[in-house]
């Protein structure tokens, strides 16, 4: 039963992946988030249990695979497809479909990732939850549309953001971009613990602490800040 307990982490993960996907059929962006982002805690702990506990496997590192392609691959990609059906003109409903790109290369980046020896204590490449998270942000703002506050501290117009945000032409291009950094070759540092103490995770933990910051200070809009901070800090250690 012990060495179970991982694969029971990691299918729920899939099974948040699977509501995520519904709600997001549904146009019910925020539930949608509050799903991908439960199954990103529960992708967070499920490889740690397996260290703790003793018992990898290979039948866990595929099934992993497998419930990410769902909840960070499909999910998102389903979270952009409805808001181009919402914010597309008639007559160009057909462009909705561009936001299948993003499943398609999160599952090549999943697969590459098992076979990759490279990516064995880092990562080439956006990794699928740092993507998810990113469009499960974008689903809430569009979702409240300015109409409540997503930050503590009113720092800028969001009626303005949202504004911005809600053009198909720039979700469109998004979509592409975020897409393709899931499979481009940008060396990023891996954010799963292998331990807790600070010596073997000072990276990780200044990570997690601006992150927290920023949270406070930004709310949901923090999140894309935060992928481009990881970027941008995944390449500064490289260099150092």
């Known amino acids: 039963m012990k060495k179970q307990i991982p694969n029971i982490i990691t299918l729920s993960n899939l099974i948040c992946g699977c509501i995520a996907v519904w709600q997001a059929l549904e146009g019910h962006f925020i539930y949608s988030a509050i799903f991908i982002f439960l199954g990103a805690f529960f992708d967070f702990f499920d490889g740690m249990t397996a260290r703790l506990l003793k018992v990898q496997s290979a039948i866990g590192k595929e099934l992993d695979s497998l419930s990410d392609v769902v909840t960070f691959g499909v999910a998102p990609g389903f979270i952009a497809f409805r808001m181009l059906e919402l914010l597309l003109p008639e007559g160009l409903e057909w462009a909705r479909f561009i936001a299948f790109i993003m499943p398609a290369l999160s599952s090549y980046r999943l697969a590459k990732f098992n076979l990759d020896e490279r990516q064995t204590s880092s990562f080439i490449g956006l990794p699928t939850p740092a993507n998810a998270m990113v469009w499960a942000a974008y689903g809430i703002i569009i979702a409240v549309g300015g109409t409540t506050s997503l930050t503590l501290f009113p720092i800028f117009d969001e009626n303005g953001i949202v504004a911005v945000m809600s053009n ?73």
Not at 181 to 200: G, M, Q, S, Y
Not at 215 to 220: I, K, P, Q
Request: hydrophobic content about 70%; charged content about 10%.
């Open 168 to 240: 198909p032409i720039l979700l469109s291009v998004l979509v592409v971009v975020f897409s393709v950094a899931l499979v481009a070759e940008i060396p990023l540092f891996a954010l799963k613990f292998k331990n807790f103490l600070w010596t073997d995770n000072k990276q990780r933990y200044l990570f997690l602490i601006i992150d927290a910051i920023l949270l406070l200070l930004l709310g949901v809009y923090a999140v894309p800040v935060i992928i481009l901070f990881y970027v941008v800090l995944s390449m500064l250690v490289r260099k150092v």
